[in-house]
C-alpha cells in the first residue's frame, strides 16, 4: 500500500511538472515583454533593429531557420510581421494578433492563411 501511494506521488509530480513548464516554454511566443529561454541581449537587439529597418535578410540570419515563424514570414510579408511585433510592443496585443493570425501564425492548430499554402500545418513547431 505503501508503494503504490508512494508511486502515485511520484506520478502526480513528474505530471504536474510537465504541466508547468510547457506552459512556461510557450509564454514567451507572441509576446514581446517576456524573454523566452533562448534570450540573449545582443541578438535581441540586432532582431529590433531588423524589424525597424524592415531588414527581412537581417531577421532571416538571426532566426537560422527555428520555429514555424520562418516557414510562414518571407520577404512578401515581412513588413506586415514587422508591423505585429511593433504593435505587440506598444501593447496592442489584439491588433498584433490580428496580423499574426493573418499571416497564419499563433493559431493552435497551424490553421490560417499562409497555412494553405503549406498545408494544414499540423505537426510544425510553432
Known sequence: MKKMMLGLGVVALVLGAVG???GVA?????????QGPNYIA????AMTQAFE???YSAWK???QGRGRV???VNEGNFTKFAEAHKLAVQGKTVEAQKIRQELGLGLQNGS??????????????R
Open 70 to 72: 520562418t516557414q510562414v
Open 61 to 63: 540570419n538571426l532566426m
Open 42 to 45: 545582443e541578438r535581441h537587439e
Open 26 to 34: 510557450f509564454a514567451y511566443q507572441g509576446n514581446p515583454s517576456v
Open 53 to 55: 529597418k524592415g531588414d
Open 112 to 125: 490560417g492563411k499562409a497555412a494553405g499554402k503549406m498545408g494544414s500545418g499540423r505537426g510544425l513547431n
Open 20 to 22: 508547468l513548464s510547457t
